[in-house]
């Protein structure tokens, strides 16, 4: 059986790999517009590549918790700090897969020229889902709830923008399959912004004892 201490320094470190697997996705999520928007293909071929980094880094959290799990047997309290490090990390996980088909679905594209015609839009819906990774897992670093709380407003404008542009781009009379890909470029990172959402549901029961619905 543990001691306390050497439980407690294993829930930090479990925790720290989380953080440090939230770094992870949203480096690859900067990476991936960044690639996009210079049309750097060769670069959004490497991300694609390297989603399996983000892909062990989970499974090595899974494996980390299960331990923890059976050499201490934690009580509720303890219980839950473990059962959020998993969700986030399975959270965090999918996301990165969000970021990458991302890329796949830029290199979809029969030229740039529709993405740069409407980049405006689309890097602004970027600069808000960045915006949200980030604060999203500072809240988690010091669990605060009232920050967690705002992330449903910050959604909430990636919602309305993502449905804006989507409008536009049905109406689009330019290629189908382009405005198609853009769309779903659009959609992924709405996507990413609801795991952002979990994640902060997953932090205010972390503190609370109780699951809080954002949406």
């Known amino acids: 059986m543990m001691t306390r201490n050497t439980f407690v320094s294993e829930l930090d470190t479990l925790k720290q790999e989380v953080k440090e697997l939230g770094k992870k996705v949203e480096n690859t999520f900067r990476a991936v517009v960044k690639a996009m928007d210079t049309d750097n293909r060769a670069e959004l071929e490497d ?35 473990i059962i959020v490090c998993l ?41 808000k889902v960045r915006l949200m990774i980030g604060r999203v897992m500072k809240a988690y670093d010091t669990l605060d709830v009232l920050q967690a709380q705002d992330i449903a407003g910050m959604d909430d404008d990636i919602d309305r923008a993502y449905g804006v542009l989507v ?26 912004g609801d795991y952002c959402t979990n994640i902060a549901e997953w932090i205010i029961y972390e503190v609370n004892g109780s699951r809080f619905d954002l949406n």
Do not use: C, W
């Open 47 to 81: 991300l694609i590549d390297a989603d399996e980094e983000v892909n062990k880094a989970e499974l090595a959290i899974n494996e980390q918790a299960v331990l923890v799990i059976a050499r201490q047997q934690p009580v509720a309290g303890d219980l839950r700090h």
């Open 87 to 127: 969700k986030i990390s399975s959270d965090l996980e999918r996301m990165g897969d969000l970021s990458v088909d991302m890329a796949k679905a830029y290199l979809h594209m029969a030229s740039p020229g529709m993405f740069h015609r409407k980049r405006e839009e689309l890097l602004s819906i970027a600069d």
């Open 167 to 192: 409008k536009e781009l049905l109406q689009s009379r330019e290629s189908t399959e382009d405005a198609a890909q853009l769309a779903f470029i659009s959609r992924f990172m709405e996507r990413i």
